[in-house]
């Protein structure tokens, strides 16, 4: 898959979102790095909360974390979060496979049946 390397996270200092590109200071603290400019052409570095910082899929604006609804042609909507380990982005299905759910592969081909409906930082409500 061949896609554009961009990271998301929320601030630290005021819970935003961001996005940009991830990086460690020298400190080992996770940032962003957007593209602002500062004096002298520096990009201006963020510091985030860990736990947030998601890589864009590059399907559809799908970042790991993602909590998504998607309805496969065969079953009733599921929702899933969106899990990228690089080389294979796919739909991880809550609840068990008594109901039929089962993890759901990503392609461009499958994407217009999925809707974010958040994210597992701010709605970890959404997987219960």
Request: with cysteine; hydrophobic share 30%.
């Amino acid at each position: 898959m061949n896609r554009e390397i961009k990271f998301r996270g929320k601030r630290k200092d005021n819970g935003e979102w961001i996005y940009g590109y991830y990086a460690k200071d020298y400190k080992n603290s996770l940032i962003i790095v957007i593209g602002e400019k500062a004096l002298y052409n520096l990009h201006i570095p963020h510091q985030v909360i860990p736990e947030s910082v998601g890589q864009y899929t590059g399907l559809k604006e799908l970042y790991g974390g993602d909590i998504v609804k998607y309805i496969d042609e065969s079953r009733t909507p599921q929702v899933g979060w969106v899990v990228d380990l690089g080389w294979k982005v796919y739909i991880q299905a809550v609840g068990g496979d008594e109901e039929g759910n089962q993890d759901l592969e990503l392609h461009p081909y499958n994407c217009d049946n999925v809707e974010i409906i958040g994210n597992t930082i701010e709605n970890k409500e959404l997987l219960k």
